[in-house]
Protein backbone atom coordinates (compact mmCIF):
# COMPACT_ATOMS: atom_id res chain seq x y z
CA UNK A 1 0.00 0.00 0.00
CA UNK A 2 1.58 3.52 -0.88
CA UNK A 3 0.83 6.55 1.64
CA UNK A 4 0.45 9.83 -0.36
CA UNK A 5 0.56 12.76 0.93
CA UNK A 6 -0.96 15.28 -1.44
CA UNK A 7 0.46 19.03 -1.11
CA UNK A 8 -2.54 20.79 -2.43
CA UNK A 9 -4.84 19.43 -0.50
CA UNK A 10 -2.92 18.52 2.91
CA UNK A 11 -4.80 15.29 2.89
CA UNK A 12 -3.24 11.85 2.96
CA UNK A 13 -4.37 8.86 1.01
CA UNK A 14 -4.03 4.90 0.77
CA UNK A 15 -3.44 3.82 -2.77
CA UNK A 16 -3.33 0.10 -3.46
CA UNK A 17 -4.51 -0.50 -6.63
CA UNK A 18 -1.41 -2.09 -8.54
CA UNK A 19 0.01 -5.25 -9.05
CA UNK A 20 2.18 -7.15 -6.24
CA UNK A 21 2.80 -7.01 -2.91
CA UNK A 22 5.90 -4.41 -2.97
CA UNK A 23 4.73 -1.41 -3.61
CA UNK A 24 8.40 0.24 -3.72
CA UNK A 25 9.10 -2.96 -6.05
CA UNK A 26 6.23 -2.04 -8.78
CA UNK A 27 7.19 1.48 -8.69
CA UNK A 28 10.83 0.86 -9.87
CA UNK A 29 9.81 -0.79 -12.42
CA UNK A 30 6.70 1.35 -13.52
CA UNK A 31 9.07 3.90 -13.81
CA UNK A 32 11.02 2.13 -16.53
CA UNK A 33 7.58 2.08 -18.12
CA UNK A 34 6.51 5.28 -17.44
CA UNK A 35 9.91 7.80 -16.74
CA UNK A 36 7.23 11.16 -15.99
CA UNK A 37 6.40 9.29 -12.71
CA UNK A 38 9.70 10.81 -10.80
CA UNK A 39 7.45 13.90 -11.29
CA UNK A 40 4.27 12.55 -10.72
CA UNK A 41 5.32 10.95 -7.33
CA UNK A 42 8.07 11.99 -5.01
CA UNK A 43 9.41 9.50 -2.78
CA UNK A 44 9.74 11.06 0.70
CA UNK A 45 12.59 8.44 2.45
CA UNK A 46 12.07 7.45 6.21
CA UNK A 47 14.34 8.82 8.84
CA UNK A 48 15.99 5.20 8.22
CA UNK A 49 17.04 3.69 6.14
CA UNK A 50 16.31 0.05 6.97
CA UNK A 51 12.49 0.77 7.52
CA UNK A 52 11.62 1.09 3.45
CA UNK A 53 8.31 -0.09 4.48
CA UNK A 54 7.43 3.32 5.88
CA UNK A 55 8.55 5.27 2.56
CA UNK A 56 5.64 7.42 1.70
CA UNK A 57 5.13 9.79 -1.10
CA UNK A 58 4.18 13.36 -2.09
CA UNK A 59 2.00 14.24 -5.16
CA UNK A 60 -0.52 16.79 -5.40
CA UNK A 61 -3.88 15.75 -6.24
CA UNK A 62 -3.59 16.80 -10.48
CA UNK A 63 -0.50 14.67 -10.01
CA UNK A 64 -2.06 11.78 -8.53
CA UNK A 65 -4.77 11.59 -10.78
CA UNK A 66 -2.49 11.48 -14.01
CA UNK A 67 -0.20 8.69 -12.37
CA UNK A 68 -3.80 6.37 -11.79
CA UNK A 69 -4.44 7.60 -15.18
CA UNK A 70 -0.93 5.79 -16.51
CA UNK A 71 -1.52 2.76 -14.33
CA UNK A 72 -4.98 2.30 -16.00
CA UNK A 73 -3.48 2.48 -19.52
CA UNK A 74 -0.40 0.58 -18.60
CA UNK A 75 -3.62 -2.16 -17.63
CA UNK A 76 -5.25 -1.75 -20.93
CA UNK A 77 -1.84 -2.10 -22.82
CA UNK A 78 -1.16 -5.46 -20.89
CA UNK A 79 -4.86 -6.65 -21.99
CA UNK A 80 -4.00 -5.90 -25.54
CA UNK A 81 0.01 -7.13 -25.63
CA UNK A 82 -1.94 -10.49 -24.26
CA UNK A 83 -4.16 -10.87 -26.90
CA UNK A 84 -1.89 -10.02 -29.75
CA UNK A 85 0.63 -12.84 -27.96
CA UNK A 86 -1.83 -15.30 -28.67
CA UNK A 87 -2.44 -13.89 -32.07
CA UNK A 88 1.41 -14.12 -32.59
CA UNK A 89 3.98 -14.56 -29.81
CA UNK A 90 5.42 -13.13 -27.19
CA UNK A 91 8.79 -12.23 -29.46
CA UNK A 92 6.32 -9.62 -31.95
CA UNK A 93 4.51 -8.38 -29.02
CA UNK A 94 7.97 -7.72 -27.28
CA UNK A 95 9.19 -6.18 -30.45
CA UNK A 96 6.13 -4.05 -30.45
CA UNK A 97 7.04 -2.26 -26.93
CA UNK A 98 10.44 -1.82 -28.36
CA UNK A 99 9.28 -0.07 -31.49
CA UNK A 100 6.96 2.43 -29.27
CA UNK A 101 10.05 2.99 -26.65
CA UNK A 102 12.42 3.81 -30.07
CA UNK A 103 9.56 6.07 -31.01
CA UNK A 104 8.97 7.93 -27.36
CA UNK A 105 12.97 8.60 -27.69
CA UNK A 106 12.93 9.62 -31.30
CA UNK A 107 10.35 12.22 -30.41
CA UNK A 108 12.32 13.33 -27.53
CA UNK A 109 15.25 14.23 -29.43
CA UNK A 110 13.24 15.91 -31.93
CA UNK A 111 11.02 18.36 -29.19
CA UNK A 112 13.54 19.36 -26.93
CA UNK A 113 10.67 20.90 -25.21
CA UNK A 114 8.71 18.05 -24.87
CA UNK A 115 8.32 17.54 -20.81
CA UNK A 116 8.37 13.39 -19.78
CA UNK A 117 4.83 13.00 -19.46
CA UNK A 118 4.26 14.16 -23.06
CA UNK A 119 6.99 11.49 -24.22
CA UNK A 120 4.89 8.95 -22.30
CA UNK A 121 1.82 10.03 -24.06
CA UNK A 122 3.74 9.32 -27.11
CA UNK A 123 4.84 6.01 -26.02
CA UNK A 124 0.81 4.84 -25.22
CA UNK A 125 -0.33 6.61 -28.61
CA UNK A 126 2.96 4.47 -30.47
CA UNK A 127 2.05 1.26 -28.61
CA UNK A 128 -1.56 1.25 -29.23
CA UNK A 129 -1.59 2.60 -33.10
CA UNK A 130 0.89 -0.64 -33.40
CA UNK A 131 -1.48 -2.87 -31.70
CA UNK A 132 -4.59 -1.37 -33.55
CA UNK A 133 -2.96 -1.88 -36.70
CA UNK A 134 -2.36 -5.98 -35.93
CA UNK A 135 -5.79 -6.65 -34.12
CA UNK A 136 -7.86 -4.85 -36.51
CA UNK A 137 -7.52 -7.77 -38.29
CA UNK A 138 -9.30 -10.18 -35.97
CA UNK A 139 -11.91 -7.23 -35.27
CA UNK A 140 -10.69 -5.61 -32.68
CA UNK A 141 -11.85 -2.27 -32.45
CA UNK A 142 -9.28 0.79 -32.63
CA UNK A 143 -8.09 2.32 -29.04
CA UNK A 144 -6.62 5.47 -30.28
CA UNK A 145 -9.76 7.29 -30.30
CA UNK A 146 -10.29 6.28 -26.54
CA UNK A 147 -6.60 6.90 -25.73
CA UNK A 148 -7.19 10.53 -27.28
CA UNK A 149 -10.17 11.13 -25.66
CA UNK A 150 -9.15 9.66 -22.11
CA UNK A 151 -6.15 12.59 -22.72
CA UNK A 152 -7.57 14.75 -24.02
CA UNK A 153 -7.34 17.15 -20.81
CA UNK A 154 -3.74 16.14 -20.08
CA UNK A 155 -1.76 16.88 -22.95
CA UNK A 156 -1.43 19.61 -25.70
CA UNK A 157 -3.40 19.27 -28.64
CA UNK A 158 0.00 19.33 -30.64
CA UNK A 159 1.17 16.42 -28.83
CA UNK A 160 -2.16 14.69 -28.64
CA UNK A 161 -2.51 14.74 -31.94
CA UNK A 162 1.29 14.02 -32.43
CA UNK A 163 2.07 12.02 -36.04
CA UNK A 164 4.24 9.16 -35.31
Same mark, same amino acid.
Given at each position: ?25 ? +? ?9 ? +? ?44 ? +? ?23 ? =?? =?? /? ?11 ? /? ?38
Amino acid at each position: MFTIFLTDRQQTVQFNDYPGDDPVKF +MMNFKKIFPST +MDLLLPILPESSEALEQLTWESSRREFDIFQKLIQEWATVELRLTA +MTKLKDRQFANQLVTQAQQTRKKFL =QQ =QN /TLNPLHADYIFLL /TVHSLLDAELVEVGAQFYVPSLKDNWQTRVPKQVLNAKI
